[in-house]
């Protein structure tokens, strides 16, 4: 019998992880309530080791090899890292600088009330053995759980956006300048949680020459013909992503610094869409596997479950607690904090990457992984539904008709 070689096996864990999510997706009709990715994301769950490769030992250890997983793993570093070099480049930190009392107001409340509530589930959880990571401080810990709670995924937010025709609307952009400020704070955040005290000579180096490294960057950037510009962003990616992983950051870290300080009128805005579409349609399902592989059920799928709960509802109750005391302050028209609130509270993908660091970093546990992944997905299936209704509402209200028109132009 053909005993069949690592790159077969490799291939065959390839079709399963773009055939199983998309069958499920498509028969299912799960699009208003599931996107693809949150499908992908759930997929991944069940063909880890936790749900299928409990009922199936033979095939996951067939199809998972430890050769395959380290491949798998690689694309998945990639791609994730590009994911998040995107959206670092899409972040428009000047339109929230000119409202800033508006957008500093809102992204503030936003994301200081459900870290707050976040923290308390976490505060609460350090009682019970099995969640902290062996390397992970209490503060960490809090610190981080709390952030997870707070998370507005950027990207899925854009994608949700336009599915509900929001996007382009003054509304949706008030609301993706809101989302912009939080997603700097996360990674800031993050930072300082992954700051090792041992290591700060190196973590000081890391960030004095990145310093010196953006000003030659953002000089040479424009001189240079478009299409080389592409080139030189992927260069400047790695070697950005390779500092923050060798002063003890993460290499996630860096490659949102990569991100953030390009600007995105360096590049055509719609091969800017297609390359961040491509990334998620080709490379990022393997992220998705390969973080389902990481979940684990060994608390027992209950307490897992009841962590996951907990985190949800203070993650929603945050997000909507803290938007309408932010409505309140500003002004806004009955609806919009609910609404912008169900919208701002969106997870996947960006919070999945920032558990993976923690679990990565040892902060957490592969159990509080597992339950942050679950209250991610959950997060992320309630938005349309809830919003759905919500936007009906208010496009009928006179109020609220020209921030939900399609902007000029």
Same mark, same amino acid.
């Given at each position: ?8 096996? &490799? ?55 430890? #050769? ?22 899409? %972040? ?14 809102? =992204? ?25 990571? #062996? ?77 010196? =490294? ?15 510009? !592409? ?36 590049? #055509? ?18 992220? &998705? ?35 309408? %005391? ?10 919009? =904090?609910?609404?912008?609130? !169900?919208? %701002? ?42 919003? =759905? ?21």
């Amino acid at each position: 019998m053909h005993a069949m070689s690592t790159t077969e096996v &490799f291939l065959i864990a390839m079709a399963i992880i773009f055939f199983v999510p998309y069958v499920l997706w498509r028969l299912g009709r799960t699009d208003y309530f599931a996107p693809l990715v949150v499908v992908q994301i759930i997929t991944g769950i069940l063909l880890g080791p936790g749900v299928l490769g409990k009922a199936y030992p033979q095939y996951y250890e067939f199809v998972f090899t430890a #050769d395959v997983v380290k491949t798998l793993n690689g694309l998945a570093w990639w791609a994730v890292m590009l994911f998040v070099m995107i959206a670092g480049i899409e %972040l428009d930190l000047r339109k929230a600088w000119e409202k800033r009392r508006e957008s500093g107001i809102t =992204a503030g409340l936003a994301l200081s009330v459900p870290m707050a509530l976040g923290a308390v589930v976490a505060v609460a959880m350090l009682g019970f053995p099995g969640w902290i990571g #062996d390397k992970g401080l209490p503060w960490q810990f809090v610190v981080g759980v709390g952030m997870a709670c707070a998370v507005t995924a950027l990207p899925i937010l854009i994608l949700l956006m336009e599915k509900l025709e929001l996007l382009r609307t003054p509304m949706g952009q008030r609301i993706l300048r809101y989302a912009s400020l939080d997603d700097v704070a996360i990674w800031g955040v993050l930072a300082l949680v992954l700051m090792d005290w041992q290591r700060i000579g190196r973590q000081g180096l890391f960030l004095v020459a990145f310093g010196i =490294a953006c000003v030659l960057f953002r000089r040479l950037m424009p001189k240079l013909p478009e299409r080389d510009r !592409w080139f030189v962003a992927l260069v400047w990616l790695a070697v950005c992503a390779l500092g923050a992983d060798w002063c003890g950051l993460h290499f996630m870290v860096g490659a949102f610094l990569a991100g953030v300080v390009m600007d995105a009128h360096w590049f #055509d805005q719609e091969k800017l869409d297609g390359l961040r579409h491509n990334v998620l349609l080709v490379m990022m399902p393997v992220f &998705f596997l390969s973080t389902g592989l990481k979940t684990a059920w060994s608390m027992g799928g209950a307490a897992v479950f009841l962590a996951a709960a907990a985190l949800l509802v203070a993650s929603v109750a945050g997000k909507l607690l803290g938007v309408r %005391l932010a409505g309140r302050i500003l002004g806004w028209a009955p609806g919009e =904090a609910s609404m912008i609130g !169900w919208l %701002l509270q969106t997870k996947a993908l960006i919070m999945i990457i920032f558990a993976n660091v923690l679990l990565d970093k040892a902060i957490i546990t592969s159990a509080m992984f597992t339950a942050l992944l679950l209250m991610a997905i959950g997060s992320t299936m309630l938005t349309v539904p809830v919003v =759905a209704p919500k936007l009906r509402r208010l496009a009928r209200a006179p109020g609220t008709r020209e921030e939900l028109a399609p902007a000029a132009g």
